[in-house]
């Protein structure tokens, strides 16, 4: 059966998720603020999960329809024909959200739109009661501008959640916006990769991932395995496929923090991610890093300097490493910060910005280009 797919990305990383799609072999993308929308089936729901890196979630879009009272909420659900993805037993869990909107109490909406699911549900298989003890069906009602969008979540936990990552440092960086990092830079094996501020290790392990080909979603399960619609074997045929696409690429990654508890974190999640060998955890203060090889990157998300007493110290910091990209021939560098004033603080007005969000805070990618541009 074919679906509206819909991949929700992070702002500012639509283009890399709509980018993953096309080399995945998907056309015909329509890319919008935190979102990029597809068609695809069954077997296209189990290769998305398993392969996209930066992507959230993957939805199944039910409806779009425009609605300013409850009753046109109601009835535009009512419509939906459920039936045909939902169980006779399945748990049927609405979940939702309300944007500049007339309907914005999302309570209320989440009610609705359950008592005109539940009613669909009946005109399908025709009982009046579910006992909803089966596999789950999370039903997302989103209304932006009084239009609602009905979607229905494959995913589960998000897609960052890999599998390798179960203790972390500090303010840790999602997995999906570590992958984006690396694949906005275009590094490739064959350049050396470092990460000057490395805390738990999530930089270098998805850059090691990419590396060796490894699918973000190889060791983990989804919420959608559960339906009966979803065939099992669809699900291990893709994850033998990406078990083989595995490559034998040998590279050293090299990773170093002025933290032993987090570096000892970072070895234990790249043992668990199966990418120990490609990285070298190292405890270093950043002042003291430099390599005699050209042409290198240096990808990080140093410390922000959130907490009181922090700022100078991370201003120091950010002098620090404008004078280590000084000594480096022909090196790439790529920082990720919030701080309004980090290219005076680096000396040098970066080459390229983009805005990108780490959680709910504002940061720039700052982009040097060494010999790679």
Known sequence: MDYTLIATTTFGIEAITAKELRDLGYEDLKVEDGKVTFTGDEMDIVITNTWLRTADRILIKMAEFKAESFEELFQGTLAVPWGDLIPIHGNMHVVGKSIKSKLFSVPDCQSIVKKAVVEAMKKKYRRDRFAENGPTYKIEVALLKDIVTLTVDTTGPGLHRRGYRENSGRAPLKETLAAALVLISKWDPSKTLADICCGSGTIPIEAAMIGKNIAPGLNRSFVSEQWPSMDSELWEQVREGARKSINKEEFRILASDIDTWVLRTGRDNAEKAGVSNYISFQKLPLQEFSSKKKAGFIICNPPYGERLGEEKEVECLYKDMGK??????????????????????????????????????????????????
Do not use: A, M
């Open 324 to 373: 280590v990209y000084s000594e480096l021939n022909d090196w790439s560098f790529f920082v990720l910060t919030p701080h309004k004033d980090f290219q005076t603080l680096f000396g040098k007005k970066s080459d390229k910005n983009r805005k990108l969000y780490n959680g709910r805070i504002q940061c720039y990618y700052h982009q040097y280009f060494g010999s790679q541009k």
